[in-house]
Nanobody, 124 residues
Framework: QVQLMEAGGGTVRPGGSLTLSCVVSNYSVRSNVMAWFRQPPGKEREGVATLHEIGAQIYADSVKGRFSVSRDSDKNIFYLEMRSLKPEDAAIYYC??????????????????WGQGTQVTVSS
């Protein structure tokens, strides 16, 4: 059974940094596409970034230059490093895996497996 578990959320001031981790079980982060999504209060879930097997990365325009994804293949953990955080980055952040062909990389419809989410609050 594939399991994804996010951690690292919390409260940070605007301009601050936070790194989220996604511990993955029964699924290789090195051999598969991994993704981060977020869902702000009252809004739909939106794609943040993806990391592909060959290392290619895709970012939403809203986070380009501030967020970066990486993985630790030995520990099977997927990361999202967030810098220069803004109040509009506040959301529940989810990691996702198990891409389904036919959907855009940053579409939530593309992924079969999801973690339970971790809350990120950006507030002064």
């Amino acid at each position: 059974q594939v399991q994804l578990m996010e951690a690292g959320g919390g409260t940070v001031r605007p301009g601050g940094s936070l790194t989220l981790s996604c511990v993955v079980s029964n699924y290789s982060v090195r051999s598969n596409v991994m993704a981060w999504f977020r869902q702000p209060p009252g809004k739909e879930r939106e794609g943040v970034a993806t990391l592909h097997e060959i290392g290619a990365q895709i970012y939403a325009d809203s986070v380009k230059g501030r967020f970066s994804v990486s993985r630790d293949s030995d520990k099977n953990i997927f990361y999202l490093e967030m810098r220069s955080l803004k109040p509009e980055d506040a959301a529940i952040y989810y990691c996702a895996a198990g891409p389904i062909p036919g959907f855009a990389h940053l579409s939530p419809l593309r992924y079969k497996y999801w973690g339970q989410g971790t809350q990120v609050t950006v507030s002064s």
